[in-house]
């Protein structure tokens, strides 16, 4: 008997913590939208509009300090963690900004919904935001993210836009696209929002 509940609580607990991470791999997975500007050898400038997020603030310091204990807080809130028990479509990506002053998590919100027409969340720690119209530079990069690949392609990013005269604004930020235990095909990016005059260049 003992050994039948221990499998049924295991069982749980692994359909809990996949769950949210299930929903990200899902092929009918929202996508945040952007227009790309312009298209460099090794980066790109996008146009993002205005989105809906769900953020979360942290004292962590690194990519892995963040990330679960993050995940887990948003994945309460759009998995019926909110005032109206209302389940939220996960979207993908999933926006990290990894500093020394306030990390940040966010889900970005489906395009049907905004900050007027969101549930409020019970965790006092979900908060939603709504962004500001911005053109950023972004960077792609595969395999498994780490705080290692968060600082060197950050880095590369930088140096790219200091070649060719572009202004980095604020702090790099990493979007991943993908669930854990998906091997193949995995997609990350640090972007920068930048300086950028659309109708000058």
């Not at 790099?172 to 109708?199: H, M, S, T």
Request: overall charge positive; aromatic content about 12%; charged content about 20%.
């Amino acid at each position: 008997m003992k050994l039948i509940l221990t499998i049924l609580l295991i069982s749980i607990l692994v359909m809990f913590v996949i769950r949210p991470f299930t929903a990200i791999a899902s092929g009918n997975t929202e996508q945040q939208k952007y227009r790309v500007v312009r298209a460099f050898k090794d980066f790109e400038i996008r146009f993002y509009p205005s989105a809906t997020l769900a953020t979360i603030s942290s004292d962590a310091k690194n990519y892995k300090e963040l990330s679960g204990p993050g995940f887990r807080k948003l994945a309460g809130y759009i998995f019926g963690g909110n005032e109206s028990n209302t389940k939220i479509s996960m979207t993908a990506p999933v926006h990290m900004d990894v500093n020394d002053s306030e990390s940040s998590m966010s889900f970005v919100m489906p395009s049907g919904y905004t900050k007027n027409n969101l549930p409020a969340p019970d965790d006092p720690a979900v908060k939603i935001t709504q962004t500001s119209d911005e053109y950023v530079a972004a960077i792609r990069f595969g395999g498994y993210a780490s705080d290692s690949d968060l600082k060197s392609w950050s880095e590369k990013l930088h140096g790219l836009l200091k070649e060719n005269g572009i202004t980095p604004l604020g702090n790099f930020r990493f979007l991943g696209y993908n669930p854990p235990y998906q091997f193949a095909g995995r997609r990350n990016e640090i972007i920068v929002k930048v300086d950028w005059k659309e109708n000058s260049r």
